[in-house]
């Protein structure tokens, strides 16, 4: 298992309604149960995708990585996944919605993002 220390990803206030995050720490763990390589996750607060979370890492299949962070915004945002195909290419994933205050556990199955 990879952990991936985020210093402080800013989820945008300007998106603020009853779901806010202010300015606390966020972690939980990404699973890939995919067949794939991932090697970025990004978030979308309504100001546009983030960097990639993981850096020059990657998640590798049937691997899964701890990040963590401080959010300070909505906690309703989009993710979106990319990947390795088996040609040696890159694939990005439709962007999928997330509550990032309960999300404990992400999980990619090479289709899908989702979370409890």
């Not at 995050?21 to 546009?48: C, K, L, M, P, R």
């Not at 997330?98 to 989702?114: E, R, Y």
Request: glycine share 12%; proline share 2%; hydrophobic share 40%.
């Amino acid at each position: 298992m990879r952990k991936v220390l985020l210093g402080a990803l800013a989820l945008s206030a300007t998106v603020l309604g009853a779901n806010a995050y202010a300015g606390n720490n966020v972690e939980f763990t990404i699973h890939n149960s995919s067949s794939y390589i991932i090697s970025a996750f990004q978030t979308n607060d309504g100001d546009g995708w983030s960097n990639n979370w993981l850096g020059g890492d990657q998640v590798d299949a049937g691997e899964k990585a701890d990040l963590k962070f401080v959010a300070d915004g909505p906690c309703d945002i989009q993710l979106r996944v990319s990947w390795r195909t088996t040609d040696g290419g890159q694939q990005v994933g439709e962007p999928w919605d997330i509550n990032i205050c309960d999300a404990k556990d992400v999980f990619f199955d090479g289709k899908k993002v989702t979370y409890k």
